[in-house]
């Protein structure tokens, strides 16, 4: 997501926060009111340190939730490996250990999908079914390789571990481990039977089996020095071994569940016909960065598992997250709705949806992010018709459009910004406050537009009129005012057609003429910025361009192989911008957020050859890596279409499918209602 925060992220599992944990930890029990910061001197109350929380849940939503967070599947964010029964917590985690005769030993007790350090495990994902009834992945680590396949037998789990031909040096066989635990500190015990592990919980006793031996254990102490916790089956993995939950159940019976559940998930893959590979990459990567967040007691879809890991459990990015709810629409409404609510419910005291939001209440409480939350809400809305949901998402949305008129406002035009004086602050964020803080809070942490901008700390802006930003926030006041109207707040309805309106005519304002096309207009010096981006094209998605200037910047730029066109698109700097070359992250590499942003755009103006060859590169290029090699990636490169060529490109980042959903909506959705420009 950012290379910045890349930085940051590093700095915040540090020993300052560390020290700052101990502290907190001291005061709390002690009763202090108030605690020194990193550096011993300022004072901050202890309420205000952490995000004051999520607003009040509807009853709807409350019931949403529930449905969401109930069952078998992979929730545990730690481990895909690991599958999680809830409400109850009880968790069924697969490790293999690593046996040599001499030295080398090794555990494996968790995979994630993603993960480069030398000697990682590589996680090869499959199909994940919405629900988890089917679940699928191949592991690689030292040598081995295994497949890990779950199913749902009514309310009951099974799963199965397959060994796969593999070279390894090692003249033993490896060891799979199931242990059995209690998540999160939820009550119930889990015992050694013998024949059998029985957890009791909330929902009583569920027994579970193993095909491998008669008892947990072995005695001959062959598997006893095992690093895990609680009981555990434990055997050579030389040829399938199955669990099962509620009942004893054979090999064969497991494999009969598990085959019956794989081909319903393909089956119903096939029901989508031509887009039958995009629906499956849509529902595959969703499922597995799906998890249950404990501390608020909810099912959402953060960015990668690898990312939330790091963060301490989960995080939060504002258009990441509402861009996975609009994913989500494809196949499951009541997550695409817990992912919509869920961003704006990390709301800050301030009123705008943060920048971040991550384990332990902390936020990006000086910035926000991208505004497409409006657009989301409104899209959604738009498919499934529940007026519940744009009343639980109309209050927050709508604070947060007024926030960026009242707080971004510079000259009448729009600028990101870093209140770095904003309370609670994030101790560790070294960022808030700064140029680098407000220029992350455009989402494009390093983008050559911003090489030269400069911020202002007295007013906390970039001196720096954006046509991305002002053109999103145009799209999502007329968005809202749909909305509003939806809700009879004629009120709130002028209101948004008036700030609309104001900042359509501003944003007219930054047409050249001479170069056809929006530029971005340095307030600094005056001077209109020639460093092209596809955020110059999202006028379109505002519906603020003429048809005749929409048409100048399709033949002139879109379409120019010099600059954004050719075997792969779009690039987030043109291709004759010096910083192209660098493909660094936001210089020059290609992100799924941006083509369907501007694919959003060419659909409000008629060139549908444009508009289908556009959707039909963005799938190709998506393509290429999920057939090769299962990954979703967060950016990929623009000369050559990978994304395996850095290790600043997430290799399961859900917005990488975006690249795949634009030619979904092609394909699947009528031509959708332009948004109402402001009267």
């Keep these: 997501m950012f290379g910045s925060l890349r930085r940051l992220m590093v700095k915040c599992f540090g020993f300052p926060l560390f020290a700052v944990v101990v ?82 030993d090794a555990f494996l007790p968790d995979a994630l999908i993603g993960r480069l350090a030398p000697g990682e495990e590589q996680v090869i994902p499959g199909p994940h079914s919405w629900d988890g009834s089917y679940t699928e992945l191949q592991v690689l680590w030292k040598g081995h390789s295994w497949r890990v396949q779950s199913a749902h037998d009514g309310s009951d789990l099974v799963l199965l571990a397959t060994p796969l031909p593999a070279k390894t040096d090692s003249a033993l066989p490896p060891t799979i481990v199931f242990s059995v635990n209690f998540l999160w500190n939820q009550p119930g015990t889990v015992s050694r039977r013998p024949d059998f592990i029985e957890t009791n919980g909330a929902s009583g006793a569920i027994p579970i089996y193993c095909t491998c031996q008669s008892a947990p254990g072995n005695s001959e102490g062959r598997f006893d020095n095992l690093p895990v916790g609680g009981p555990y089956f434990a055997a050579d993995l030389v040829a399938p071994i199955g669990i099962s939950t509620g009942k004893r159940r054979s090999l064969s019976d497991i494999e009969t569940v598990i085959a019956g559940q794989k081909a319903a998930y393909h089956q119903a893959v096939a029901g989508y016909g031509q887009n039958g590979a995009i629906a499956d990459a849509i529902e595959t990567t969703l499922g597995w960065d799906t998890i249950y967040e404990p501390r608020r007691e909810r099912v959402v879809s953060p960015v990668s598992r690898v990312w939330s890991v790091n963060w301490g459990g989960y995080v939060i990015f504002d258009w990441d997250t509402f861009f996975a709810a609009t994913m989500a629409g494809v196949g499951d409404r009541d997550l695409a709705y817990a992912d919509a609510l869920e961003t704006m419910r990390e709301s800050t005291d301030q009123g705008f949806v943060p920048n971040y939001a991550r384990a332990g209440g902390w936020a990006s409480f000086d910035r926000s992010e991208p505004p497409v ?206 910083a192209f070359p660098d493909q660094n992250y936001w210089r020059g590499r290609i992100w799924g957020p941006m083509n369907y942003l501007v694919y959003l755009g060419l659909l409000n103006y008629d060139d549908q050859a444009v508009r289908e060859e556009f959707a039909q590169k963005s799938y190709r290029l998506f393509l290429k890596e999920w057939t090769e090699n299962g990954h979703v990636h967060e950016n990929y490169n623009a000369i050559t279409g990978t994304g395996d060529d850095v290790t600043s490109s997430d290799r399961f980042y859900h917005w990488g499918a975006l690249l795949g959903y634009v030619e979904y909506l092609e394909q699947n959705e009528p031509k959708r209602a332009e948004m109402k420009p402001a009267e």
């Design 373 to 578: 939350g409006a657009i989301t809400v409104l899209g959604l809305y738009k498919k499934f018709g529940d007026a519940w949901f744009l009343e639980d998402a109309f209050e927050p949305l709508l604070r947060w459009n007024r926030w960026w008129a009242e707080h971004r406002d510079i000259q009448g035009y729009l600028a990101w910004g870093s209140d770095g004086e904003n309370k609670p602050g994030n101790l560790d964020d070294n960022s808030r406050g700064t140029r680098a803080g407000a220029i992350l809070e455009s989402g494009l942490d390093n983008s050559p537009m911003y090489d030269s901008t400069t911020y202002d700390s007295r007013t906390h802006l970039l001196e720096y009129a954006d046509v991305g930003l002002m053109s999103m926030y145009i799209a999502d006041c007329d968005a809202l005012a749909q909305i509003a109207e939806v809700l009879n707040r004629s009120a709130e309805v002028k209101e948004l057609r008036e700030r609309s309106a104001r900042y359509r005519a501003r944003l007219a304002t930054l047409w050249d003429e001479h170069a056809g096309i929006f530029l971005n207009r340095d307030l600094h010096t005056g001077q209109s910025s020639m460093r092209l981006s596809p955020t110059n094209f999202y006028p379109m998605l505002a519906h603020c361009a003429t048809p005749e200037q929409a048409k100048i910047m399709i033949d002139k730029h879109l379409l120019n192989p010099q600059e954004f066109w050719g075997e792969w698109v779009i690039p987030s700097i043109a291709r004759d911008d010096p």
């Design 23 to 104: 502290v907190v930890a001291a005061a709390v029990a002690a009763g202090q009111e108030t605690i020194p910061s990193s550096s011993g001197v300022a004072q901050y109350p202890m309420s205000s340190l952490r995000n004051a929380g999520p607003e009040k849940m509807s009853s709807n939503y409350q019931a949403l939730q529930q449905r969401l967070s109930k069952g078998w599947n992979t929730w545990d964010v730690n481990s895909v490996m690991t599958q999680l029964l809830l409400p109850e917590g009880i968790a069924i985690h697969v490790g293999l250990r690593h046996n040599s005769t001499e030295f080398g």
